[in-house]
C-alpha cells in the first residue's frame, strides 16, 4: 500500500518557517549590515569621554543592527525593478516573488520601530535621532533621489553609510565629538573607491538597469582617475587619527601598510582597466576598512593595557 502523497511532502519539505525566515533574513542584507554593525561598536569602544557599559552595548548594537537591517529591506522595494534587470541582483527576494513589496515594506517599518524603540528606551535619543536620520537618508535620499539621478550618488549619499561609529559614539557619550567625526570621515571618503569598482566591473548591468553610475555617465578613464584620486585622501585622511592623538603607532604602522596595498590597486587599475582588478579591488576594499577598524581598537586596548602595566608596576615600587 503506497503511503499517502501528503505524508510524502510533509516529510521532504522544509519547514515553511524556517525558509521564509530566510528570505526576510536576506533582505536586511547581512554581510553589508556586518561590516556597519562592526565599526559602530568600534566607535562604542573607542568613545571618549565615556563608559561603555553592558547595556549600552547591547542595545546600541541591537538598535543600529535593526535599522540597517531595515534601511537595506527599504531599498529592496525601492530598487526592486532595477533589481530585476541586473545579474548580481535579480535573484533577490522581490525580483524572485519570494515575498511581495507590501510584505518588505511591513518587515522594513517593523524593524525601524523596534529599532527607534529600543535605541530611546535603552541608549538615549540623539542615538536614535542620528540612527533614524541615516536610515532615511539611505533607504530614501540615497535610493530614491540620489542613485538614480546623478553619477554623484555614491559620493553625497556616503553621509548615510559613514555614520555607524558616529551612533555608536554618541551611545555612549552622549555627544558628537571630532574624534567621532574624524570616524565618519574615513568611511566617507573610502565609499567613493568603494563603489566605483564594483560599478566598473559591472557597468553594462548599470547602464541596463538606468542607473547613472559614474563609469555610465563618464566612462572608465574619468572612473579610474577618480578612484585614483579617492585612494590617495583617504590614504591621507586616515593617518589623522594617529596625527591627533586618538592612536598610536601600532595603528601608523598598521595603516600605511593597508594603504600602500590600496593605492598600489588604484594605481594599476587607473593604468589598465580588467574586471579581474576591478573585483580584486572592491573585495579589498571591504577587508582595508575592516582591519583598518579592526587596527584602531587593537591600538586603543593596547595603550589602556599598556597604561595599566605601569600603573601596576610604579605601584609596586611604591
Do not use: C
Not at 556586518?34 to 561598536?41: K, Q
Not at 540597517?68 to 535579480?90: E, Y
Not at 516573488?97 to 528606551?121: D, E, G, K, N, R
Not at 574624524?182 to 542607473?211: D, M, N, Q, V
Amino acid at each position: 500500500m503506497k503511503n499517502p502523497p501528503a505524508a510524502v511532502s510533509t516529510a521532504t519539505r522544509p519547514p515553511r518557517f524556517a525558509s521564509q525566515a530566510a528570505v526576510y533574513f536576506e533582505l536586511t542584507k547581512p554581510r553589508v549590515v556586518s561590516l556597519i554593525v562592526f565599526t559602530a561598536v568600534v566607535g562604542m569602544l573607542l568613545a571618549t569621554p565615556g563608559s561603555l557599559t553592558p547595556q549600552i552595548l547591547v542595545f546600541a548594537t541591537l538598535g543600529i543592527s535593526l535599522a540597517a537591517g531595515s534601511a537595506a529591506a527599504f531599498n529592496h522595494v525601492l530598487d526592486r525593478r532595477a533589481d530585476a534587470l541586473m545579474a548580481r541582483t535579480r535573484k533577490r527576494p522581490l525580483p524572485t516573488h519570494q515575498l511581495t513589496a507590501t510584505q518588505a515594506v511591513a518587515f522594513a517599518a517593523a524593524l525601524a520601530i523596534v529599532s527607534a524603540t529600543t535605541l530611546i528606551l535603552g541608549v538615549n535619543t540623539l542615538t536614535a535621532i542620528l540612527t533614524l536620520l541615516a536610515l532615511v537618508g539611505y533607504s530614501v535620499v540615497y535610493t530614491i533621489f540620489l542613485k538614480p539621478l546623478t553619477p554623484q550618488n555614491i559620493v553625497i549619499g556616503g553621509a548615510a553609510g559613514a555614520a555607524p561609529p558616529v551612533l555608536g559614539w554618541t551611545a555612549v557619550t552622549g555627544e558628537v565629538t571630532t574624534d567621532a567625526l574624524l570616524l565618519f570621515l574615513i568611511i566617507f571618503i573610502w565609499t567613493p573607491p568603494h563603489f566605483w569598482s564594483l560599478a566598473l566591473y559591472r557597468e553594462k548591468e548599470y547602464a541596463k538597469a538606468g542607473i547613472p553610475m559614474l563609469p555610465v555617465t563618464h566612462g572608465s578613464r574619468f572612473t579610474r582617475r577618480s578612484i585614483l584620486a579617492y585612494t590617495i585622501v583617504l590614504a591621507a585622511v586616515s593617518l589623522l587619527p594617529y596625527a591627533t592623538g586618538m592612536s598610536g603607532f601600532l595603528y601608523l604602522v598598521g595603516a600605511v601598510i593597508l594603504n600602500a596595498r590600496f593605492v598600489a590597486y588604484a594605481w594599476r587599475l587607473h593604468r589598465g582597466y580588467s574586471d579581474t582588478l576591478a573585483w580584486t579591488m572592491f573585495r579589498f576594499s571591504i577587508q582595508y576598512l575592516a582591519a583598518l577598524f579592526a587596527l584602531l581598537l587593537l591600538d586603543h586596548f593596547g595603550v589602556a593595557i599598556r597604561d595599566a602595566l605601569q600603573s601596576l608596576f610604579v605601584a609596586s615600587l611604591l
